[in-house]
């Protein structure tokens, strides 16, 4: 059964950190390029993050750059997003996401989701 289950979510005062970990099992994480995406409250999905199999690649948001720093270990089959200088807007529901074409399949899987909420 693939599972992609998130936490370190919480509440955190303006300018605070966070680390959120998303936990994978039942797949070949190494495989997968692992996402983060957050919604808040009333609005869409806003996409995140990625980091690519290998780690090697990463690429944020321009409402994160700078702030946000997405890793992955491989061998814990685990992907982490640190959180710095945290603002009310990114006050979200943050969910990791697992995604890998092959041979024309697309495989996207989807944690529960963790809340972040930034307000003093």
């Known amino acids: 059964e693939v599972q992609l289950v998130e936490s370190g979510g919480g509440m955190v005062q303006p300018g605070g950190s966070l680390r959120l970990s998303c936990a994978a099992s039942g797949f070949t994480f190494s495989s997968y390029d692992m996402s983060w995406v957050r919604q808040a409250p009333g609005k869409g999905p806003e996409w995140v993050s990625i980091i690519t199999t290998g780690g090697d690649n990463s690429y944020y948001a321009d409402s994160v750059k700078g702030r946000f720093t997405i890793s992955r270990d491989n061998a814990k089959n685990t992907v982490y997003l640190q959180m710095n200088s945290l603002k009310p807007e990114d006050t979200a529901v943050y969910y990791c996401?697992?995604?890998?074409?092959?041979?024309?399949?697309?495989?996207?899987?989807w944690g529960q989701g963790t809340q972040v909420t930034v307000s003093s």
């Open positions: 996401n697992a995604d890998r074409i092959s041979l024309g399949h697309r495989y996207d899987y």
